[in-house]
Every structure is written in C-alpha cells, then in structure tokens.
C-alpha cells in the first residue's frame, strides 16, 4: 500500500500597488526657495505620562494582612489548625508505609513522619482548635464520643474517600458532644501528629484528645 500523503494547499497573496496612475508632470518653472521637508521625516517627541497615572496606582488600597487566629471564637489557648495547614501539602503513601509493618516499625514510622512537614509536626502535643465535618464514630447517651473531624462535608456524606491528612480522629476527653453532620464544627484539644496503626496497618497520621466543641456561627 502506497504510504498516505498529505496535501497541504498554501494560498498566496499577490501584493500591489495602488494603481494609481503617476502624477503628471509638473509644467517646467523656475523653483524658488528651499523645498519643504516631507512630513514623514518629522519625529513627534515621545509624551511624559502623566502624573495622574502614578497618583491613582499608589492611592489603590493595599489589603492589610489577614491577623493569626491564636484562639477561635473567643476561646483562648487554641493555636487555629485547619485544613488549610493539614492537608495543605501532598503526600504519598507507598504499600510498604500501609502496612501491615511486622519488622523494622521504627524505620517505617520514620519513613512515614518523614512525609509530614516541619510546620504540621511542630504542631504535635499542643492545643489546637480544628475545623471541619463530623463523622461520629461511637455514640453514648445521645452524644458522640468518638468521631472523625474530615475536610470536606462530601467525604462524610457521599463517600468520597478521602486522603490520610484529610481527617482527624477525635476521641472526647470527658463527655461526648452533639452530634452535628450537617454543619462544620470546631473541635478544640490537643493534636497528636504521627503515625497510627492498628495490627501493623497505618490508620493514621493525626488524632485529638476532644475537650469541647464550638458549632458553626457560635
């Protein structure tokens, strides 16, 4: 089979004058004075911008830096700790970090914490205050006692599954709190970040010990 060919039809454009036919010849006179020069050959000065321009740029309002959110909602002794900081960097959980770890748990752990960023793990052991959608897990007496605090509302209602630094769970100190699925929360106490696992399988990477929790809006 002769091989395929591509025919590639190119348009040229033929350029002409104007067909003006040539100006007729001045009849022969005596020429005086010097001949006026063409006015292509005239260069305008360049124009100095006006002041007004620099006058309007340097009077924009520059917008004044977001404060820190040391205590939420009035409660203070919580740093804020969102999602935003959380699960704000990409992480990869290769097979061998998922487990099940039999041998060498130090190296493995080491590997996982490796992963998890200077400014999250400085992070560890202090009180925070984290926001985000509840997934009750265990629920005594009507209040939830156990429960995942998750980034997005669609992870704990439409089954999205979500990334390890996604969540947080969360297991209340003292008494459980109301549960609340259809709002975000805020649920204040302390972070503990590194690994978890369970029979040598990596559940984890952030828990809390719950002490109270603050509805949206209050």
């Known amino acids: 089979m002769k091989p395929a060919f591509i025919l590639i039809l190119g348009a040229v454009v033929a350029l002409t004058g104007c067909g003006e036919k040539p100006a007729a010849k001045a009849p022969e006179s005596e020429i005086r004075g010097a001949p006026i020069a063409p006015v292509a050959a005239k260069v305008s000065e360049p124009t100095t ?47 061998e970090l998922l487990g099940p770890v039999t041998n060498n748990l130090a190296e493995v752990t080491a590997k996982t914490e490796a992963l998890i960023p200077d400014k999250v793990r400085a992070l560890n052991q202090k009180k925070v205050a984290l926001k985000g959608f509840m997934l009750p897990l265990k629920v ?31 297991k209340m100190s003292e008494k459980g709190v109301k549960p609340l699925m259809d709002q975000a929360v805020t649920l204040m106490g302390k972070l503990h970040v590194g690994e978890m696992r369970e029979n040598g399988y990596l559940t984890g990477i952030y828990r809390m010990d719950g002490e109270k929790m603050a509805a949206e809006g209050n």
């Open 140 to 170: 005594e007496g009507g209040l939830v006692t156990e429960m995942l605090v998750m980034k997005d509302q669609s992870m704990c209602c439409y089954g999205t599954v979500p990334k390890i630094h996604e969540w947080v769970s969360v």
């Open 49 to 95: 911008p006006a002041p007004a321009t620099n006058a309007v740029a340097s009077s924009t309002p520059v917008p004044a830096p977001v404060a820190p959110a040391a205590a939420v909602a009035g409660e203070p002794g919580y740093a804020a700790a969102g999602f935003d900081i959380l699960s704000g960097y990409n992480i990869e959980i290769s097979d």
